[in-house]
């Protein structure tokens, strides 16, 4: 199971540590010594300040897959209406195999979860059989994507 951050800490970002980040923006599979040689560090000292990030939380390195290139070729925003603990039940959303996203909000809708579905058969079975029955749903309202113009990660400008 992917390691879920936990609150955010303060991590201070001098100029080598945000050039590093801006390294890794650029191709996260960047050698520690091709980023020590752009930004003047050895690679060891990369290889520390990399790895501070990460305990941290401040940074994760992770591998994007497109959903349709893997199968996956129904993509919706499901948005909840709920009650109770909404951590707890974005939390039991997000151990769902299908889910990419979930995000508490304010507004309309308490939860908002991006899923991942191989058909439209795939997605009514998870929405019918795993998020409405789940406690505290009271709503949801189903957002199918009919084309993705821009996917990728969080990026901030450091």
């Not at 879920?4 to 890794?24: K, N």
């Not at 010594?33 to 690679?43: D, M, N, V, W, Y």
């Not at 991942?116 to 059989?129: I, Q, S, T, V, Y």
């Amino acid at each position: 199971m992917a390691r879920r951050p936990g609150p955010p800490s303060h991590v201070q970002l001098d100029e080598v540590s945000r050039a590093i980040i801006d390294q890794l923006k650029q191709d996260g599979r960047r050698s520690y010594a091709a980023i020590g040689k752009a930004i003047g560090l050895s690679e060891a000292a990369v290889r520390q300040r990399v790895q501070r990030l990460t305990d941290s939380g401040l940074v994760q390195i992770v591998a994007l897959t497109d959903p349709l290139q893997v199968g996956l070729t129904r993509q919706a925003m499901v948005a909840l209406r709920a009650d109770g603990d909404l951590a707890a039940l974005a939390a039991t959303l997000a151990d769902l195999p299908e889910v990419d996203y979930v995000v508490v909000t304010a507004g309309s809708f308490d939860v908002l979860v991006e899923v991942a579905c191989e058909n439209d058969d795939h997605l009514l079975r998870l929405l019918n059989g795993s998020i409405r029955t789940l406690p505290g749903v009271r709503e949801t309202e189903t957002f199918v994507y009919l084309g993705a113009h821009k996917r990728s990660s969080h990026r901030v400008s450091v």
